[in-house]
């Protein structure tokens, strides 16, 4: 195999990869956008994981499932969303529990699950006409539809952002909130809406873990993603086309790590790989940041309340 | 015009004293009952689960011995997060920290040779220490210098140190004597901590963590630093414009609740296993489960002896049903983020009143009312 077409494979399994990091990823800048800040990434997706697996096994059908994995992120957001919102806990320690609790309940319901064989897959769709084109059409045009749809949200996203009133207020609210209530935002309804669509995005990308990437369901199948998704968000400088950057750097760092392997190199310092390279991800953009003045937003962690302007 | 009864919270000036005395009861009180509701959804008899829990912990002298052993790494690793999170610097990476302290034990107790016999547990311990501190410097440096947020660098390093344990008892440190297995070989007699009786309780490492608890407590409560501790922590503002470097105190506190959790790792490859193992048979998360230990001990070091004592507990009726119940090892976790959740919603309860307020239509009935009754 010439290096050209090692590195094209290379990047073509890089998109399945990277598709999970990319679901989580857009789901977190929108709810820290909003100025809430959802460490539970990890928690949620384990749980979309298990049931889109259990739900493709009692129904064998892969859209019902992905839409109970994501109902599922969605609900274990909003409770995460009534702490933070609501009560006004911490933000930190409400993210860390909601991942135990999802890495609890996941085990437990998944356990009739582990060895059992998928019973519907996703299988990959080529775009006719465009899968056809050299290089860019195995490269972007040869995915399945969760693949495809994760792609075209970020567009979809950075239209609603920067286009429209409703990222607008979606910003000011992640800024300033009390602002955003005095020009007649309701703060807590954009923010429960941003958290509760981050859970949902995480839940697909849980998904796609276990039915499209490895179809099969195994404890603690997530290992670490959710938690290099909070990195990509913050790499991200909360940009969706910057997160898509992100999330496929990773997925062809995954790719590498199982390649690399087969010139026999230790598989647990391959395995360090993503951790390491998240620190250094974090490194780069903080130095980036502080040169270009760029920041979170401004109103992340903090709760809000009329009554103590 | 609201239709809708309204909750409001409203900060409270002070707190009685009672009230935060009981919220952590009342709150694990709650969890449990939630977590019995969920049992009973997946299909588990959730009083029966209990009652083993309960009986596997404490209904006999071997389980409470075993409460007592899981207690240690518990009470040593949450003292230090204790502190670290009263000054509000989140250290979300003592399990990672307790790994390399127990690869620097390791290191000391098989490979340094010289070291004469009475010395070499000390050695072991001060080295496990240094290591734990040194592994927790990185997000504690980079927060400093970079500004970089602590929560998710300190929880890079747990892979990371997870990784290097792998790598060592799968590779080089790998004991030619142990058949294959991912272990080193055993440590030699004077690298082995003392136990009591028939028991796996490690009695050198539970002074230790006594120790540290009290020398906490006494730290936070008592001492200038522990003042820029607490300032910081409630209100950062203040200790800026007192003249309080945060960034020394974040790096301090990072330390130390590095050094505790490493000796936390040396107590279970030196006291329980006598080797180094892969990662998960070293600690089945005790440094994540210390999170909640100290947040459940209201982050004061003394009450931390007291919540491990409990959560030790859990963990050993966690087992108990884990076997005779078919349940998966990850129900812990369950427990875990359950009373998490709830000990931290809990405290709400201590910092605001909460108001309801009738709807507008409502409360002027009730006013008219209570005229006529005038």
Request: glycine content about 12%; hydrophobic content about 50%.
């Amino acid at each position: 195999m010439s290096i050209w077409a090692y590195i094209l494979s290379t990047l073509q399994a890089a998109i399945p990869a990277g598709t999970p990091l990319l679901y989580g990823t857009l789901g977190e800048i929108t709810a820290e956008r909003s100025g809430v800040v959802n460490l539970g990434v990890e928690g949620m997706m384990i749980m979309g994981a298990v049931t889109a697996f259990g739900v493709s096994l009692a129904t064998g059908n892969v859209g019902i499932a992905i839409i109970a994995a994501a109902l599922v992120g969605g609900l274990l957001a909003l409770i995460h969303g009534f702490a933070s919102i609501n009560l006004r806990v911490n933000q930190v320690v409400s993210g860390l529990a909601l991942t135990m609790l999802g890495q609890g309940i996941s085990g437990i319901i998944g356990k009739q699950f582990i060895g059992m064989p998928p019973r519907a897959q996703l299988k990959p769709v080529p775009i006719p006409g465009l899968s056809d084109i050299p290089v860019l059409g195995p490269l972007l045009f040869q995915h399945d539809l969760l693949a495809y749809i994760a792609l075209l949200l970020v567009p979809v996203l950075w239209f609603l952002f920067y286009k429209t009133r409703w990222g607008i207020n979606l910003r000011s609210v992640g800024e300033s909130p009390a602002t955003a209530d005095a020009m007649g935002v309701n703060v807590f309804q954009v923010r429960y809406l941003a958290v509760f669509f981050g859970g949902l995005m995480a839940g697909i990308g849980g998904a796609y873990l276990s039915i499209v990437y490895t179809p099969a369901w195994i404890e603690g199948m997530t290992a670490g993603i959710g938690w290099i998704v909070i990195a990509l968000t913050i790499f991200a400088m909360w940009d969706p086309v910057r997160g898509l950057l992100g999330a496929y750097l990773f997925g062809s760092m995954r790719v590498l790590q199982y390649r690399l392997q087969d010139l026999g190199i230790s598989p647990p310092l391959l395995n360090m790989l993503p951790f390491a390279l998240t620190i250094l991800v974090l490194m780069l953009s903080a130095g980036e940041a502080i040169r270009k003045r760029l920041g979170a937003p401004a109103a992340l962690m903090q709760p809000y309340t009329r009554e103590e302007r | 015009m609201n239709t809708w009864p309204r909750i409001r919270l409203e900060k409270r000036s002070d707190t009685p004293h009672w009230l935060s005395r009981v919220t952590p009861g009342l709150s694990v009180l709650a969890a449990l009952l939630v977590i019995a509701v969920i049992f009973g959804l997946l299909g588990v008899n959730p009083w029966i689960a209990y009652a083993r829990i309960l009986t596997g912990a404490f209904g006999s002298l071997y389980g409470l011995s075993e409460t007592v052993t899981k207690a240690i790494p518990l009470m040593l690793a949450g003292t230090g997060l204790a502190v670290a999170f009263r000054a509000r610097v989140y250290n979300i990476g003592a399990e990672g920290q307790l790994l390399i302290g127990a690869i620097c034990a390791t290191g000391v107790a098989l490979f340094i040779p010289g070291i004469p016999d009475e010395l070499r547990l000390p050695a072991m311990f001060l080295a496990g220490a240094l290591g734990g501190a040194v592994w927790a410097l990185v997000p504690a440096v980079l927060k400093a210098r970079l500004r970089i947020d602590e929560v998710l660098t300190s929880l890079m390093t747990v892979y990371i140190a997870s990784e290097l344990v792998n790598y060592l008892v799968y590779g080089p440190w790998k004991g030619p004597s142990e058949w294959g297995f991912p272990y080193t070989d055993k440590f030699p007699l004077a690298a082995q901590i003392p136990r009591i009786g028939m028991t796996r309780i490690h009695y050198p490492t539970l002074i230790l963590a006594l120790l540290a608890a009290v020398l906490a407590y006494i730290l936070v409560q008592r001492t200038r630093w522990g003042f820029e501790i607490r300032v910081t922590g409630e209100n950062p503002e203040a200790a800026r414009y007192a003249g309080m470097n945060y960034l020394r105190t974040a790096i301090l506190v990072m330390a130390l609740s590095g050094a505790l959790a490493g000796i936390a790792g040396v107590g279970e490859v030196a006291g329980i296993h006598y080797r180094l193992r892969y990662p998960q048979g070293i600690s089945p998360g005790y440094g994540f489960t210390a999170i909640i230990v100290a947040w459940l001990a209201r982050l004061n070091p003394l009450g931390v002896i007291l919540t491990s004592l409990l959560i030790g507990g859990l963990l050993v009726g966690g087992d108990a049903i884990q076997l005779a119940m078919g349940l998966p090892s990850a129900t812990v976790y369950l427990f875990n983020g359950m009373i998490l959740l709830f000990v931290l919603s809990g405290d709400l309860f201590t910092r605001y009143r909460i108001r309801i307020e009738l709807p507008e239509r409502v409360s002027v009935l009730v006013r008219q009312e209570r005229e006529e009754v005038r």
